[in-house]
């Protein structure tokens, strides 16, 4: 049987990161990245700007929203509230400092209840005029009218398209309208493959590369595998539908059809990769169990190759500190050399019936400009938009994969767009998946009989008409 990726979710019963060190945001919708340490290039709390100031760097609203009167402009602003994730207060603070004309008001609303509240606001009329948004929800809510299109702002005013990667500039468009800028994106949770160099160390084994292929990880895996010692070679597990439909994008196949009616765990190549994820645990035993998920961790020393995302780095830089050394490489490339990808995406969208428009634009502008987020990628790892900063001197100190990973992900070879069903159900889809699922992976259930199952239950859903 042929290796598979090892791209993992970051799973948070078993990695123990978000407990240690508040990492940023996981393809998941997990928690945020702690700030860098000493050291860092952002221990200064001042952030290299090494690019020149880009046309989406704006400070000003546009005076012509201003009443004749001179009376101020109104306008609010959702932001998300995190002990560690301060930057979007932070610059909508710094914003309204530099446009007194302008009275914003600042609604701080956690992740988790993002979704939903948008949308008893969008019922009752009070939607902010400007919202973060995830790629998990922003599709739903465009197709219940919530924001505005927004391709004749950017014709105006070029935020910097150009500089923006790809992926995410087309997470904020809907049936062939663009309707937000991203802030944030990274490449999935189990992507990049962070290892303990002191445990390859004292096995002897030289580290990964990034042409490694998949059938030398399950190798390397069992090379390190320590029982005695509770020790395992991997912690790879596919904790939502769309860590794992990355996976099947290296493999030459993917969880769900181009038009998202079909769910294809059932397809062949993917009971092929579900058999060896199991095997995993299961046969080779070099990953750990259900039972010693939430004690067994990277961050710990127990695990040698830890699949999670360039953006834990930061994260895991903080809570090990000396503890160990590690490096980070991409994951393995599947049979014809692919790897596949599922980017998060974080971006802004303006409400469809906003008063001030032009000047929520305008705050767009601000949150997704170069500078901003150069200072949240450096100081408190939220992974940026612009490929110019991927390839910057400030991700090349935090980890030179950083740059790799830009490559890969910009190629126009490997695939990774987020998996969402065409009936925008993604909620159930992903409840669904953990429910059932997970007992497949753990080698709780017979293959066979969770494939058919998970396969069956997850059609139904995605079967359904739209809400």
């Known amino acids: 049987m042929s290796g598979i990726s090892v791209t993992r979710r970051h799973l948070l019963k078993s990695a123990g990161l978000l407990v240690l060190a508040m990492p940023v945001l996981q393809a998941c919708g997990g928690a945020p990245a702690a700030s860098p340490s000493a050291g860092s290039p952002a221990a200064s709390g001042q952030a290299s700007t090494t690019a020149s100031q880009s046309a989406g760097q704006a400070t000003a609203a546009p005076a012509a929203q201003a009443a004749a009167s001179g009376a101020k402009v109104a306008m609010s602003v959702a932001v998300w509230t995190d002990p560690v994730r301060t930057w979007q207060k932070k610059f909508a603070q710094d914003w309204a400092q530099k446009n007194p004309n302008v ?44 924001f505005l299109p927004i391709d004749s702002y950017v014709k105006t005013k070029d935020p910097g398209i150009a500089d923006f990667i790809p992926v995410s500039i087309e997470s904020g468009k809907w049936e062939g309208k663009l309707y937000a800028l991203p802030s944030e994106v990274n490449t999935g949770n189990q992507n990049i493959v962070i ?13 990964p590369t990034d042409d490694w292929k998949q059938t030398d990880f399950l190798d390397m895996a069992t090379k390190l595998n320590d029982p005695a010692n509770k020790v395992y070679g991997t912690d790879y597990f596919p904790g939502t539908y769309y860590d794992y439909g990355a996976l099947l994008l290296g493999n030459g196949a993917q969880i769900l059809s181009d038009d998202g009616k079909q769910f294809l765990l059932s397809d062949p190549k993917s009971v092929t990769l579900a058999q060896w994820v199991t095997e995993l645990r299961t046969k080779y035993k070099v990953a750990p169990a259900r039972a010693d998920a939430q004690a067994i961790s990277f961050p710990a020393g127990k695990i040698a190759l830890h699949t999670d995302g360039v953006q834990s780095i930061i994260a895991l830089k903080k809570t090990i500190a000396d503890k160990f050394k590690f490096d980070a490489v991409l994951g393995p490339t599947g049979p014809e050399g692919r790897r596949g990808f599922d980017s998060f995406v974080l971006n802004w969208a303006i409400y469809a019936k906003s008063k001030v428009p032009e000047t929520a634009y305008e705050l767009m502008l601000y949150f997704t400009a170069d500078e901003q987020q150069r200072w949240s990628f450096a100081n408190q790892g939220q992974p940026p938009t612009r490929k110019a900063i991927w390839d910057s001197d400030i991700a090349n100190q935090i980890n ?33 998946w953990e429910n059932e699922g997970y007992g497949i992976f753990y080698g709780e ?17 995605v079967s359904l008409p739209r809400p």
């Open 103 to 146: 009275t914003l008001k600042i609604d701080e609303i956690t992740y988790n209840d993002m979704a939903k509240k948008q949308l008893a606001e969008l019922a009752t009329g009070t939607l902010q005029d400007l919202t973060y948004n995830s790629i998990k929800w922003i599709d739903y809510n465009i197709y219940k009218g919530a």
């Open 195 to 207: 290892y303990n160099k002191d445990l390859l160390d004292a096995k002897g084994v030289k580290p």
């Open 400 to 432: 030179p994969v950083w740059g790799r990973a830009l490559k890969w992900i910009t190629n126009g070879i490997d695939k990774g767009p987020f998996p969402v069903p065409w009936n925008l159900r993604y909620t159930e889809l992903e409840d669904k």
């Open 445 to 461: 259930v017979p293959l066979s009989d969770g494939i058919q199952k998970v396969q069956a239950d997850c059609q139904a859903i």
